[in-house]
């Protein structure tokens, strides 16, 4: 498995981050390796599901991501599972006199074939990983948030 967290802190309020994150399909407008990410069912809540489109080494795939837990404010997690992969994004938001902090985690499980080339795979995952968190601070400091 392979896990990797950032946080980052903004100004903006924890109200505001979760309302904006909550909505998984702004993850189009902060993360560079998603092309496209579309809520196919439910209204935002326990057991809506995003299909999310993204570039991962080199190579187009779609996850589909059924949020899985949700805390007014404080928690959001997200489950995608397909034959060759499971992840779970779990997104905290806290704040303090500093600001509102947001750490972002995830976790991949690699099924299959691609179980044997996860040591590889590690390195995919970490740029994903960075460009994905650097979006994200510079999304949640645009005055929209």
Not at 38 to 63: H, Q
Not at 72 to 85: D, F, N, P, W, Y
């Amino acid at each position: 498995m392979i896990t990797m967290e950032r946080t980052v802190t903004t100004a903006a309020s924890p109200d505001a981050v979760f309302a904006y994150l909550s909505d998984f399909t702004t993850a189009a407008q902060w993360d560079p390796n998603a092309v496209e990410v579309v809520r196919t069912t439910g209204d935002g809540g326990v057991g809506t599901v995003y299909r999310v489109t993204s570039k991962f080494a080199g190579r187009t795939t779609e996850l589909d991501y059924c949020v899985v837990d949700l805390e007014q404010t404080s928690l959001i997690r997200l489950v995608g599972e397909k034959k060759s992969i499971t992840a779970v994004d779990t997104i905290t938001i806290g704040s303090d006199d500093a600001g509102t902090h947001v750490t972002y985690a995830v976790e991949f499980s690699f099924h299959g074939p691609l179980r044997l080339a996860e040591p590889l795979l590690k390195f995919a995952v970490a740029d994903l990983f960075k460009s994905g968190a650097i979006g994200l601070s510079e999304a949640l400091d645009r005055p929209t948030v």
